[in-house]
């Protein structure tokens, strides 16, 4: 497969680069990860298949051989040779079509995964291209245009679509959910109360690091502390008060007090959101958050892939 237009960012992404941070690397991965396992599950592949993450959209690129391919996450406009063709199902692709993919209308994470996967050779263990490490996909970089993505033999699967029902909502409204840490003491109940009851901002530096928000000053009693390790989801509330909650390329290590972590399913809904979009946040309990977990991957083993053949 040859890239025409990489677009705005397109990075080679596989689940993530699993434990790595003793020697300091950190995650990478998908940032909405249902999108991503859906991705590859219309393309019959294994679930840690590497497939390609866009952000926003603008990519083009034109096929070296038969396969099947599917897109999912962000709502975009996508043609195959210059015909409409649907999202979140699996299409057929010949020799020599070209894909044109939209920029995105809702949400900002999109996913195409290609029947059996890239062939892409893994770097400690993992696929995931990280940028700042300059590690993981073809070169530890984003694709470009002229970049060759290796395509696997084509065995042909059938062709699957996602009923609408089960497809995700990017303009949910509701709040993303948070496990308190230890250093939550640290902030005053007031500021808890506030910090809870409202309204943050997503500002304009929001990245695949983590996404600043604006809104509500936040200030911790702590004024110097040792670095530490970042969890995925973590809140850090800086001097200036506003929260940072750090995402899948963040630092493994770092020294500002943190309200808590937010819960996975959740940080997937915020790694969906473009600047300006509005979002507040509920604290629950550990065991709240072990439920939601249980409860969600219940939910989606239930989900049928229907036929389209």
């Known amino acids: 497969m040859i890239i025409s237009n990489p677009g705005?960012?397109?990075?080679?992404?596989?689940?993530?680069?699993?434990?790595?941070?003793?020697?300091?690397?950190?995650?990478?991965?998908?940032?909405?990860?249902?999108s991503f396992h859906w991705a590859n599950r219309l393309c019959s592949n294994s679930e840690n298949s590497t497939a390609i993450e866009l952000s926003i959209g603008g990519?083009?690129?034109?096929?070296?051989?038969?396969?099947?391919?599917?897109?999912?996450?962000?709502?975009?406009?996508?043609?195959?040779?210059?015909?409409?063709?649907?999202?979140?199902h699996t299409l057929t692709i010949k020799a020599g079509d070209v894909l044109k993919v939209g920029f995105a209308s809702e949400?900002?994470?999109?996913?195409?995964?290609?029947?059996?996967?890239?062939?892409?050779?893994?770097?400690?263990?993992?696929?995931a291209t990280v940028v700042r490490e300059a590690i993981g996909g073809l070169d530890g970089h984003?694709?470009?245009k002229g970049s060759v993505m290796p395509l696997s033999p084509w065995q042909p699967q059938p062709n699957l679509m996602m009923p609408e029902m089960y497809r995700p909502y990017f303009l949910n409204p509701k709040p993303l959910r948070v496990v308190l840490g230890y250093q939550e003491a640290s902030f005053s109940a007031v500021d808890k109360a506030n910090f809870f009851s409202s309204d943050y901002t997503?500002?304009?530096?929001?990245?695949?690091?983590?996404?600043?928000?604006?809104?509500?000053?936040?200030?911790?009693?702590?004024?110097?502390?040792?670095?530490?390790?970042?969890?995925?989801?973590?809140?850090?509330?800086?001097?200036?008060?506003q929260p940072i909650v750090l995402l899948n390329d963040r630092q493994t290590i770092g020294g500002y007090p943190k309200m808590g972590s937010m819960i996975a399913r959740d940080t997937a809904r915020l790694a969906q959101m473009t600047q300006g979009k509005t979002v507040s946040f509920e604290a629950v309990t550990i065991e709240q958050a072990h439920a939601i977990n249980l409860l969600?991957?219940?939910?989606?083993?239930?989900?049928?892939?229907?036929?389209t053949d």
């Not at 690129?61 to 099947?68: C, L, Y």
């Open 8 to 34: 705005v960012l397109a990075l080679v992404q596989d689940m993530g680069r699993i434990g790595q941070h003793r020697i300091g690397l950190t995650v990478g991965g998908p940032m909405d990860p249902f």
């Open 59 to 88: 990519f083009s690129a034109e096929f070296t051989q038969d396969t099947q391919i599917a897109l999912t996450g962000a709502v975009v406009d996508i043609k195959v040779n210059g015909q409409a063709a649907p999202m979140w």
């Open 107 to 127: 949400g900002c994470r999109i996913y195409l995964a290609v029947q059996g996967g890239f062939p892409v050779a893994p770097q400690f263990g993992s696929t």
């Open 142 to 144: 984003a694709l470009t």
């Open 202 to 241: 997503v500002s304009e530096r929001m990245d695949r690091m983590g996404y600043r928000l604006t809104g509500y000053e936040c200030r911790s009693s702590i004024s110097n502390m040792l670095s530490e390790g970042i969890s995925h989801g973590a809140i850090q509330l800086p001097p200036d008060g």
């Open 296 to 307: 969600s991957r219940h939910h989606e083993s239930k989900i049928q892939l229907k036929s």
